[in-house]
């Protein structure tokens, strides 16, 4: 409907993304990686995730300012996946380098331009080829690693397709980027509430996952997702047939009056268990989301930690995208704590 057509790169990858899979094949791929990116063994991680984030402020302590995206947002999910995946640097920013200039997201929005399709294929092909040489690599060198767990699965047990296989992995790595926006978009309200980042240094065990989710509540990452109504429905006054495409404003939601006291005011004293939509819920909850808050939780305490009497060096810019919140520049000035 967007206009892609079978043989285009975005439609064969969106065709094998386990978020458009369902039933037997969907639980088949996702078992595959589930284990790996468990709760518990996301939890495991945060020591690993800590170093990082101190190694990226160590880098800026004395100077006393960093453009936060940049510095510290954007380098933290990408070394965390480097060593929970295996990779060496040049292998992955391979990967994630074809998609940094294009919003993938958009290609399901409101209007798809030609110029965005031929971006976005371009930029997923780009992608896929060097990804499928990454599993090449490890088929002749095969490592302790998730990719080699994968491509095994696929050329032992032919439990995934080629197709399936380069698609899941750009799934898990693509979903830095999104923790990217939700880390750089809580320094910012971070900044912004002095008395809420006080709060968070004060006890960072106590309040750690409250900012964490305050963060992907108030700012989410993503603003919208398309989805397909799963059987006909009536809601909210409109009439929808099975299968018929929509798309669920999740930034609406999560501002939802009847759901959260104040919506529009950045609290990280909420309740962390009244979580909202950002990784979505039931069989299709994002895969990678343990990680992505493990991430965020030690990226926010971290930085607090260190770094005190924060203020904007200029207002921040967003890029304007239509279903992500994506900051293109934050510069804040601090006081070093340490």
């Not at 923790?179 to 008395?195: F, K």
């Not at 006291?261 to 962390?272: G, K, L, T």
Request: overall charge neutral.
């Amino acid at each position: 409907r967007k206009g892609f057509a079978p043989g285009d790169p975005m439609h064969t990858w969106r065709m094998h993304a386990i978020g458009t899979m369902e039933g037997a094949d969907h639980r088949r791929v996702r078992g595959l990686a589930a284990a790996a990116l468990s709760k518990r063994r996301m939890d495991g991680l945060r020591p690993m995730i800590r170093r990082h984030a101190h190694q990226l402020l160590d880098e800026k302590i004395e100077a006393g300012e960093l453009e936060g995206r940049l510095d510290f947002a954007g380098p933290l999910p990408r070394r965390v996946m480097m060593d929970f995946l295996g990779l060496e640097a040049q292998e992955l920013t391979g990967s994630q380098r074809p998609m940094a200039g294009v919003n993938i997201v958009d290609c399901f929005g409101p209007k798809v331009t030609p110029e965005l399709r031929e971006e976005a294929n371009r930029a997923i092909q780009a992608s896929m080829d060097h990804v499928a040489r990454l599993y090449e690599v490890r088929r002749k060198e095969p490592r302790n690693d998730l990719l080699t767990h994968l491509v095994q699965a696929r050329d032992e047990g032919g439990r995934i397709s080629e197709g399936e296989l380069l698609t899941l992995f750009s799934t898990i790595f693509g979903s830095g980027a999104s923790t990217t926006s939700i880390i750089a978009s809580g320094l910012l309200e971070l900044t912004r509430h002095p008395e809420q980042a006080a709060l968070l240094r004060s006890d960072p065990e106590r309040w750690k996952r409250g900012a964490s989710e305050e963060v992907l509540r108030y700012r989410p990452a993503i603003t919208a997702v398309g989805q397909k109504a799963s059987s006909a429905l009536q809601a909210f006054g409109h009439d929808f047939a099975a299968e018929e495409p929509l798309s669920v404003i999740l930034g609406a939601a999560k501002r939802d009056p009847e759901r959260w006291e104040d919506p529009d005011r950045f609290d990280i004293r909420r309740d962390p268990k009244l979580t909202s939509l950002t990784f979505g819920i039931g069989s299709h909850v994002c895969l990678g989301h343990a990680m992505a808050r493990a991430t965020v939780e030690e990226a926010l305490d971290v930085f607090v930690s260190r770094c005190d009497e924060l203020s904007l060096r200029n207002e921040p810019r967003w890029i304007p995208f239509v279903m992500e919140n994506k900051l293109d520049r934050l510069e804040i000035g601090f006081v070093a704590r340490d």
